[in-house]
């Protein structure tokens, strides 16, 4: 069984920080890409930040240059360092992974039940 388990948010006021945690367990013979996603309450869900194994990561053009994705492969962690949060930033967020359960498996998504973060203004 696996599961992705999300921490670290909570109220904040705006220009404040918070520092996201997702903690993959289970049954995992490997990672790919690591994702945090983002709803807030009436609108879709969206694609924060993405990093793969290897090569770049990726960011929504509303994060640039405020967040920050980061991986510990060794312990199938992720991290989202979140600073000079706004109000819009609001929203329940989601840690989004693709991985194999076995050597010949797919990679199949999986994903957190979201943390909260509420900016003030």
């Known amino acids: 069984q696996v599961q992705l388990v999300e921490s670290g948010g909570g109220l904040v006021q705006a220009g404040g920080s918070l520092r996201l945690r997702c903690a993959a367990s289970?049954?995992?013979?490997?990672?790919?890409?690591m994702r945090w996603y983002r709803q807030a309450p009436g609108k879709q869900r969206e694609l924060v930040a993405a990093?793969?194994?290897?090569?770049?990561?990726t960011y929504a053009d509303s994060v640039k240059g405020r967040f920050t994705i980061s991986r510990d492969n060794t312990n199938n962690t992720m991290y989202l360092q979140m600073n000079s949060l706004k109000p819009e930033d609001t929203a329940v967020y989601y840690c989004?992974?693709?991985?194999?359960?076995?050597?010949?498996?797919?990679?199949?998504?999986?994903w957190g039940q979201g943390t909260q973060v509420t900016v003030s203004s």
């Open positions: 990093i793969p194994t290897g090569g770049r990561t």
């Open positions: 289970g049954s995992i013979f490997r990672i790919d890409a």
């Open positions: 989004n992974a693709d991985l194999q359960v076995k050597p010949i498996d797919y990679f199949r998504s999986y």
